[in-house]
């Protein structure tokens, strides 16, 4: 059985409850991820002053978090610079990860299904949990966690999801003053539709790279590609991303050189993503993308090292996240409601 902790509440009495309930894993975290880690103190406090601006929840969040854990506000934003600090400018010591698909709803009846394949190190799966989180007057998260980044993808109760690629890794595009990538999953997921999450989305500077695949229960499904400061939006039937910018208009931004196929696995992973949205094998409801997802090469699990994490996919019509752990074989899949 899959354990889910639930926090009500307003924002910063949620960031409370968790931190009580999460103290000895926030700082165990924290001092994996970033014990003997040289940042600068200035660029994380400049990150936090436009995230009390721009992402007023997670920032209501994160300080009622501080007073019930071992960290400070300031240790806690390096957290949620995870993305930025860790990966764009560390990424020679990374893996480039995870997967994102969506299939937009249709006149059949389905609704709008967003799913991933959650990478990285296997070191990372012991920390992992699933959250509820029920902020007064916001729709309710269903999310995936680790310590610090209490939503790194989901679903909410008003149907809206958003899981995520990270890209800008050919070469490494380095973070500005802004949002963090692990606030901007939070905040947007505390709208209601696709359309709430895009305008949210525009009006905000980012600080890292990112790519977002939206989808909401009345059928809709974007793409949004980010920048440090700038996004781009694409409205789509069908999508599938793994670390390769694919607007033209972002690559174009990002200035990405990308290494052939033998040289990135991002490669071929999209290869083997187009190849199976493509003919008369089209996958088809929560099934179809599961299979996606459960290919040989966008699946990973061959090495003790690096892994998809956890399988996480979201039938926004429904409200419902359906989770796989790495490498659960009875009773693989489990399904809980928003």
Aim: glycine fraction near 8%; charged fraction near 20%.
């Amino acid at each position: 059985m899959i354990l889910v902790h639930s926090f009500g509440g307003s924002a910063s009495q949620c960031g409370r409850a968790y931190g009580r309930e999460f103290q000895r894993e926030l700082a165990g975290f924290f001092s994996q991820e970033f014990g003997a880690y040289k940042y600068s103190e200035k660029f994380v406090k400049a990150c936090l002053r436009k995230m009390k601006r721009q992402a007023p929840q997670v920032a209501k969040f994160m300080q009622g978090l501080s007073s019930a854990s071992l960290l400070s506000i300031n240790q806690l934003t390096l957290l949620l610079l995870h993305e930025e600090e860790l990966y764009h400018r560390r990424l020679k010591k990374q893996w480039p990860h995870c997967t994102a698909v969506g299939l937009a709803g249709n006149r059949r009846g389905q609704g709008t299904l967003v799913g991933q394949n959650w990478d990285w190190a296997t070191s990372y799966f012991p920390w992992s949990s699933l959250l509820h989180l029920k902020i007064n007057n916001h729709p309710r998260i269903l999310s995936l966690a680790y310590p610090g980044l209490p939503v790194c993808c989901g679903v909410n109760s008003a149907g809206l999801s958003l899981m995520w690629s990270g890209s800008g890794y050919y070469p490494p595009i380095l973070p500005k003053v802004g949002v963090p990538t692990y606030a901007l999953v939070f905040e947007t997921l505390l709208k209601r539709n696709v359309p709430a999450a895009i305008r949210y989305l525009r009006q905000v500077e980012n600080s890292g790279a990112f790519m977002f695949v939206l989808g909401d229960a009345e059928g809709r499904l974007a793409i949004v590609e980010g920048v440090p400061g700038k996004i781009f939006v694409q409205t789509v039937d069908r999508a599938t991303r793994s670390n390769v910018f694919e607007l033209h208009a972002c690559a174009r931004a990002g200035r990405q050189k990308l290494p052939r196929e033998k040289r990135c696995h991002s490669l071929l992973r999209n290869r083997v993503l187009a190849e199976s949205f493509c003919g008369a094998h089209q996958p088809r409801g929560v099934m179809g993308v599961k299979r996606v997802l459960s290919q040989k090469h966008i699946l990973i699990e061959q090495r003790h090292a690096h892994a998809t994490l956890w399988q996480v996919i979201a039938d926004c019509k429904r409200r419902r996240l359906h989770v796989r752990p790495w490498r659960q074989i009875i009773e693989p899949w489990t399904e809980l409601r928003a």
